[in-house]
C-alpha cells in the first residue's frame, strides 16, 4: 500500500500526537515505508537500478583511470539470507560501497576548513556555522579526511547520536573532515538527500547498532559500515522520494512545535494560578486561584511537570498557614512553647540533656513570611533536642566494642529513607544510647552537594539497633503534642531551604551546615491540633498527586499501545 502525505498525517495524526515520542516513531514510519518502495508510487517508465548500477560502474571506472578515486577490493556478492526484506521489482539491494566514493586522505598542507563532528547540526542534516578556519601547522590528527560539495558524512563514532550531514557548499579554504566520519561522495546518479534518509532510517540504525564496539564511545569501523546493504531505487523515483520525506518532515517539525506551544502553556498558566494562590494576600484572592485550578484540573495537571509544581505548592501553603483554616479554639502555639520550655527545663535538671547556650531572638530580618495570629517563630533547638553523630575512624582504648548498622547522608533523602544499603560500624557499647535512633527521631543531613543540605526525615525503627554517623544530626522532640511530621514537611519545605543555602559553609560545588546553624533554624510553630489538621491535608493532596501522576502514565502507556498496534498494522 502506498501513503501519500495526506494519508499518512490524517491517519496517525491523532495518535502520534498525543502518544510520547509519537512524532519520532511518525517520523520513523515515514523513513520506513520510504526505504520500502512504500512511500511513493513506482513509475513503470523509470530507468529501473538494475541500468542505473551499470552506468554507476563506468563512471567508476572512469575515476578510477583519472586518478581521482582508488580502486577498491571486489565486494562479495549479497545472499539471499542477506536480504532483510523484499523490495519493488525495479529496485536493487546493493552494498553501501557500490554507491559512493570518498576523496582519500590527505595531511593538511595550507589553510582548511576543518569539518570536525562538533559542527554537525544533526536535526537539520547540516554543518553549522562554527566551522573553524585552521593553519596547517594547528591541524589535529584526526583531520585527514577529504571531502567536497555534494559528499555526506557519518559519525562511526557514537553513531546512535546520527551526526550525518550533507556538504552544502565550495568553501574557499579546503574542507578536511575528521577521521571519525564516514565519507559517502555519491555517483552521479546517486541522490546525496536519498542516501542521508536512508542513513536515517531504523533499518540502518539498527545495523549499526549491531555492528557497534566498545563501551564509552562506541564506533562501527569503515570496513563493517561500507559492507551495509543500501536499497536502491530508480534515480527518478529517490527524488519523489526525497521530496515526499522533505514534506513530510516539516509537517512532523510542525507538529512538534505545536506539542510545544501546548505543554508551555499549561506550565505557564499553571505557573500564574500558582503564584497567584501563593501571594494571595486575602481569602477572596485565594478562593479565586484555587476555584481556577479547580476548574482547569484535567487540563492542568496532564504534564507531569504541573503535578510537580502541585507537589511543591502544597508544601508552601502548608508552612505558610494557608492550607488549612485556623481554629479560634486551638490553644496558641506560644502557649505551646511554653509547656515544651517546661519540658525542657526538666529533662536538664534530670541529666536527661544537655543544657545549651542560649539561642538569640529570632529578628524581623530573619522572618521570611508572616505568620497568622495563632503560630509562633521559634528556633529549631526551642522544640527539638539535637544531638551530632558519631564520627567514623575515632580510636579507643580498653573498651568493649560492638557493630551496629549506623545511617549515613546517602541514607536519608527528602521525607523518606534509603535504606537499601546500610554499613556497619564498631564503637564502645557504652556509646550506643548516645547515639542510637529511636521511633520518631528526625534525621537531617549536614550536606554534600547543595540537595544533601539539611534532607530530612523520620526514622521509624526501620532497622534495629541503628545508630547515625557525624554527618547526620538526630533531632527528638520534646512533648507528644509536637508533630513530628510537620517538622518534616518544613525542614524539607522551600523556606527552610533557603535558610541552610544562606547560612551554610559553601565551597564550588559543596555546602553543609554545623550543629550551631542548624539549632538556629527558624521554624513557624502552629498550634498542635493545626499541625495535625495540615499533615492529614498534606497526606491525603500528596495522595492526589501520586494518582494524578499515576493516571498520566497509564495514559501515557495506553497511547503508547495504541501507537505501537497502529504502527504494526502498516
Known amino acids: 500500500m502506498i501513503f501519500t502525505a495526506d494519508v499518512l498525517l490524517d491517519r496517525y495524526f491523532e495518535t502520534a500526537f498525543s502518544a510520547p515520542d509519537g512524532i519520532k516513531r511518525l517520523r520513523e514510519l515515514i523513513l520506513t515505508l520510504a526505504m ?11 530507468q529501473p537500478a538494475r541500468e542505473l548500477l551499470k552506468e554507476i560502474e563506468a563512471e567508476k571506472q572512469k575515476l578510477i583511470k583519472a586518478g581521482k578515486i582508488k580502486k577498491q577490493k571486489l565486494l562479495p556478492k549479497i545472499t539471499a539470507d542477506e536480504i532483510p526484506y523484499d523490495l519493488p521489482e525495479n529496485w536493487e539491494w546493493v552494498k553501501i560501497r557500490n554507491i559512493c566514493h570518498d576523496w582519500g586522505q590527505k595531511k593538511p598542507d595550507r589553510n582548511f576548513t576543518y569539518i570536525d563532528v562538533g559542527i554537525i547540526d544533526n536535526k537539520n542534516g547540516l554543518i553549522s556555522d562554527s566551522i573553524q578556519i585552521l593553519e596547517a601547522k594547528d591541524a589535529p590528527s584526526r583531520a585527514r579526511k577529504i571531502v567536497k560539495k ?3 558524512i557519518y559519525s562511526t563514532v557514537r553513531p546512535y547520536l546520527l551526526n550525518i550531514a550533507i556538504v552544502e557548499q565550495d568553501y574557499k579554504d579546503e574542507p578536511i573532515a575528521s577521521t571519525a566520519f564516514a565519507i559517502l561522495h555519491p555517483y552521479s546518479k546517486i541522490y546525496n538527500r536519498f542516501i542521508y534518509y536512508i542513513l536515517k532510517s531504523p533499518y540502518f540504525i539498527e545495523f549499526v547498532e549491531d555492528q557497534m564496539k566498545g563501551v564509552a564511545y562506541p564506533a562501527i569501523n569503515d ?11 530508480p534515480l527518478a523515483e ?17 507538529l512538534e512545535q505545536l506539542q510545544r506551544e501546548r505543554e508551555q502553556k499549561r506550565i505557564l498558566i499553571h505557573t500564574a494560578a500558582r503564584e497567584k494562590l501563593l501571594k494571595a494576600s486575602d481569602q477572596e484572592t485565594f478562593s479565586q ?32 498557614g494557608k492550607l488549612v483554616p485556623q481554629d479560634p479554639g486551638d490553644q496558641p502555639a506560644n502557649e505551646l512553647l511554653k509547656e515544651i520550655e517546661a519540658e525542657k527545663q526538666r529533662l536538664i535538671k534530670e541529666g536527661k540533656i544537655k543544657k545549651q547556650k542560649p539561642l538569640p531572638d529570632i529578628t524581623a530580618d530573619e522572618i521570611p513570611y508572616d505568620l497568622p495570629n495563632s503560630w509562633s517563630w521559634s528556633r529549631l533547638e526551642d522544640i527539638v533536642d539535637i544531638i551530632t553523630g558519631i564520627s567514623k575512624g575515632k580510636k579507643y582504648q580498653d ?13 536519608v533523602q527528602r521525607g523518606y529513607l534509603d535504606l537499601k544499603i546500610m554499613k556497619y560500624l564498631p564503637i564502645p557499647i557504652n556509646d550506643f544510647s548516645r547515639y542510637e535512633v529511636l521511633p520518631n527521631d528526625l534525621l537531617i543531613t549536614e550536606g554534600g552537594d547543595w540537595d544533601k543540605v539539611g534532607r530530612t526525615a523520620i526514622w521509624n525503627g526501620e532497622v534495629s539497633s541503628c545508630i547515625h554517623q557525624n554527618h547526620v544530626f538526630k533531632a527528638r522532640r520534646f512533648l507528644q503534642k509536637q508533630n513530628i511530621f510537620w517538622l518534616q514537611l518544613y525542614l524539607n519545605s522551600l523556606p527552610a531551604r533557603t535558610y541552610f543555602a544562606s547560612a551554610s559553609k559553601q565551597t564550588t560545588n559543596l555546602a553543609s551546615i554545623n550543629k550551631t546553624q542548624l539549632r538556629s533554624c527558624p521554624i513557624p510553630l502552629p498550634p498542635f491540633p493545626e499541625q495535625n489538621r495540615i499533615v492529614a491535608k498534606v497526606d491525603a493532596l500528596t495522595a492526589l498527586c501520586d494518582r494524578l501522576e499515576n493516571q498520566i502514565d497509564q495514559k501515557t502507556s495506553k497511547q503508547t499501545q495504541l501507537l505501537e498496534s497502529v504502527m504494526a498494522g502498516v
Open 399 to 411: 573498651q568493649v566494642m560492638k557493630e551496629f548498622p549506623y545511617l549515613r547522608v546517602a541514607n
Open 289 to 320: 486561584a484555587w476555584d481556577f485550578i479547580k476548574e482547569n484540573f484535567g487540563d492542568l495537571y496532564a504534564v507531569k511537570e504541573n503535578v510537580t509544581s502541585l507537589r511543591q505548592a502544597i508544601l508552601q501553603l502548608a508552612v505558610m
Open 36 to 46: 520500502q518502495g512504500k512511500l511513493v508510487p513506482q513509475d513503470p517508465s523509470d
Open 150 to 152: 555534494g559528499t555526506v
Open 223 to 233: 570496513g563493517n559500515f561500507f559492507e551495509g546493504l543500501f536499497p536502491l531505487p
Open 238 to 254: 529517490q527524488k519523489r522520494i526525497v521530496e515526499k520525506c522533505d514534506r513530510l518532515m516539516a509537517q512532523c517539525d510542525k
